[in-house]
């Protein structure tokens, strides 16, 4: 294998396992959960199950001995605990953390050195302790019952510990038996054990001789807490045909039991998550290598190549269309205007590939989201506290590229959230809270910005505690008033923390300011409220994208500049004389609320003395989050798909601006940091490293 087919070999592995670490995390937090009541869902078990085999069948074909011996270890301990071999405890589950830990740092090590290794004795270790102890004991609860010996000799080991799991539970076991037509007992075999799904556990699926000749039956073995009546109402199937070993009593759920009438919406979600599994353990049982989905992974090197070929045509587009104007004063004005049809067919197809290859790098960001699962669970572990997490949204679309540069200062946030924020379960009952506090992660679409939320119901922040130390620390000087939003924006500064020691958690990694700085670069911006004692948030607002962009063409003086459009809100046209002066600062009040305005000859210092004093002004007002600013130009000259291109890391130190575009008539301009210059605004620094 040449080395290109070999990088690329290993590009597509860390490309897989990265995905199947993606669910096997998100299945573990499940199983975290499960395991005070000791009930875990073997189908969320099954999946972690087969998470970790893939990763072993994967690992061995690339020859990486270490990752196939892990998985194995793991792949071993989760059968022991299907099988009831193994006791689901809260070891168990910490250990298959450590494990996926491990995993993730051998995957990661390997994607720059394929011969990278760690040291797997005390992991692997960890399992064998893992693994000791008395299973729930098994005092033969089917002797009690009538079950046909002929079904249960065909169990499989596996089927006969759900069916003891389900018995153990106090559930009623059913044998249904039916017939099905040849021609589609797959499709109503698959849609009648959906339906059992909903309200049990379906142990077992035995297919038999049908009574009819054209007809084939099958014996399935169902636990569940219904009834024979409601099962007979739930499925309402002629020639059904129930057993039922261990009666269920009829309880008032039970004689209320109503069959709802389906959700479209609802079951297409269920439906998919529920065949999900049953297709995997088919094709585990079958070896098949088939995939499961039809998605094709592309690597985002290849998006972005892609997207710059586009950006470019986009530029010559605006290059012909230029000529073609020239052309319609200067000379054939009929060839100008075939010139000018020809221009805008080119320009809808731009468009449409364009939004074609935004489409494709556009993922939810739910993607983002599952990682925060492990890392709360594994801080309030660390931490001695109980955290709920709730996530909306997460089905949000963002870049790619930026869901991997926010993963970082969100982890940040979290880690705050629940080291600094939430109180111990002592303190929180002295307050009157729950034992267990509230972290709450929340994405939404606003226009063509993404606002992802952290939300905290722990002590919040102490105003004055950040005001004391920021005067201790010499940031400010001792009589200096802050507003409270000026008080919060202390804490993104570099070196700067309220607390005297810095724990583990908080003392390592990115500060605040690093996290303000990484968001910033992404032409982002964080917000923070708080309420002392209820808890704080922090509001991160996001552009969708970062590639190809609309942008507002603006003059300052002799220069050209690009506001990106998803950052404009409205352009005015203002005179002088409506501009008034609030503590030094320049406002104009447009529809009852105060707009601050920044001259942009200033921030750049372009020479506003030797210009002429206009009595009309434009300005463009442009808003992220709740904040809103007046951009003071002279001229509007339109609006015009840019690319932008980063100005590198030599270039780094410059503030106010996010890189530069190219425009159709060759000539290159400064992109502006819509973000970063508001931000310097507000907190009062008018002149930038321009």
Same mark, same amino acid.
């Given at each position: ?26 299945? #573990? ?76 740092? #051998? ?10 290794t760690l040291d797997l004795g005390p992991i692997l270790a960890q399992i064998d302790q893992a693994a000791e102890g008395e299973a729930p004991s098994a005092e033969d609860p089917l002797a009690g019952l009538d079950i046909d010996p002929g079904i249960l000799n065909v169990l499989t080991e596996y089927e006969e510990h759900r069916l003891l ?90 004689? !209320? ?260 700085? !990484? ?11 708080s309420t002392r004692g209820q808890g704080s948030s922090m509001i991160i607002t996001l552009p969708i994208t970062l590639a190809i962009i609309k942008a507002l063409i603006v003059q300052v003086g002799d220069k050209t500049y690009a506001i990106p459009i998803n950052s404009v809100l409205e352009t005015l046209m203002i005179d002088t004389d ?110 930038? !490293?321009?």
């Amino acid at each position: 294998m040449s080395d290109t087919s070999s990088s690329q070999a290993l590009k597509d592995f860390i490309s897989e396992t990265e995905e199947i670490i993606g669910a096997l995390n998100f299945d #573990l937090v499940k199983l975290a959960d499960a395991v005070e009541t000791g009930d875990c869902d073997p189908d969320v078990l099954n999946g972690i199950f087969r998470g970790a085999h893939s990763i072993k069948g994967l690992a061995g074909m690339f020859g990486f001995d270490d990752l196939s011996a892990l998985s194995h270890a793991m792949e071993n301990l989760l059968d022991g605990l299907r099988l009831g071999k193994v006791p689901f405890t809260q070891r168990l589950v910490d250990t298959l953390f450590s494990s996926l830990d491990v995993l993730i740092q #051998l995957i990661d090590g390997k994607s720059n050195d394929e011969n990278f290794t760690l040291d797997l004795g005390p992991i692997l270790a960890q399992i064998d302790q893992a693994a000791e102890g008395e299973a729930p004991s098994a005092e033969d609860p089917l002797a009690g019952l009538d079950i046909d010996p002929g079904i249960l000799n065909v169990l499989t080991e596996y089927e006969e510990h759900r069916l003891l799991e389900n018995i153990r539970k106090g559930r009623a076991v059913h044998l249904l038996r039916m017939d099905f037509d040849l021609s589609s007992f797959d499709q109503e075999l698959a849609e009648i054990t959906e339906q059992l799904k909903q309200q049990g556990e379906v142990v077992s699926t035995l297919p038999s001789a049908g009574e009819i000749g054209e007809k084939i039956a099958f014996q399935i073995l169902f636990g569940s807490d219904l009834n024979r009546a409601d099962i007979e109402l739930l499925l309402s199937r002629e020639g059904l045909d129930i057993s039922t070993y261990g009666q269920v009593e009829v309880t008032m759920e039970s004689e !209320n039991f109503v069959l709802e009438e389906p959700d479209a919406a609802h079951d297409a979600v269920v439906v998919s998550a529920e065949r999900l599994p049953a297709a995997v353990e088919e094709a585990d049982g079958g070896s098949s290598m088939r995939s499961i989905s039809r998605t094709v992974r592309v690597d985002i090197d290849k998006l972005d190549l892609l997207m710059n070929i586009v950006g470019e045509l986009v530029l010559s587009k605006s290059s012909i269309s230029n000529i073609g104007d020239r052309i319609k004063v200067s000379a054939d004005k009929e060839l100008a205007t075939e010139l000018a049809k020809a221009t805008r067919i080119l320009e809808r197809r731009l468009h449409e590939l364009q939004k074609g290859v935004m489409d494709v790098r556009m993922v939810p960001v739910g993607q983002l989201f599952d990682k925060m699962t492990r890392i709360v669970r594994r801080v309030s572990n660390e931490q001695g506290k109980k955290v709920d997490l709730e996530i909306r949204g997460a089905d949000t679309e963002l870049d790619k590229l930026i869901i991997e540069d926010v993963s970082d200062p969100l982890m940040h946030i979290i880690r705050n959230a629940i080291d600094h924020g939430l109180e111990t379960p002592e303190e929180r009952r002295q307050v009157g809270k729950p034992e267990k506090g509230q972290v709450q992660l929340w994405a939404s679409q606003k226009g063509n910005h993404v606002v992802i939320e952290v939300h905290d119901d722990g002590r919040g922040i102490d105003a004055e505690g950040v005001h004391r130390k920021a005067v201790e620390k010499g940031l400010i000087t001792e009589g200096h008033n802050l507003n409270e939003e000026e008080i919060y924006d202390l804490l993104f500064m570099p070196g700067f923390s309220t607390r005297d020691e810095v724990s583990d958690l908080s003392g390592r990694g990115v500060g605040m300011d690093v996290v303000k700085n !990484n968001i910033a670069a992404l032409s982002g911006m964080i917000e923070v409220k708080s309420t002392r004692g209820q808890g704080s948030s922090m509001i991160i607002t996001l552009p969708i994208t970062l590639a190809i962009i609309k942008a507002l063409i603006v003059q300052v003086g002799d220069k050209t500049y690009a506001i990106p459009i998803n950052s404009v809100l409205e352009t005015l046209m203002i005179d002088t004389d409506v501009i008034q002066t609030v503590e030094k600062r320049e406002v104009i009040e447009l529809r009852k609320s105060t707009v601050p305005l920044l001259r942009l000859d200033q921030v750049f210092d372009l020479g506003s003395e030797e210009r002429p004093d206009e009595k009309r002004l434009f300005v463009a007002v442009v808003g992220l989050a709740e904040k809103r600013m007046g951009f003071v130009v002279d001229e509007l000259l339109g609006q015009q798909d840019v690319v932008i291109k980063s100005l590198g890391k030599a270039l780094s130190f410059v503030q106010g601006i996010a890189g530069a575009a190219e425009l159709g008539n060759q000539k290159t301009i400064l992109v502006l940091d819509v973000a970063g210059l508001m931000t310097e605004a507000l907190r009062g620094e008018s002149s930038l !490293n321009v």
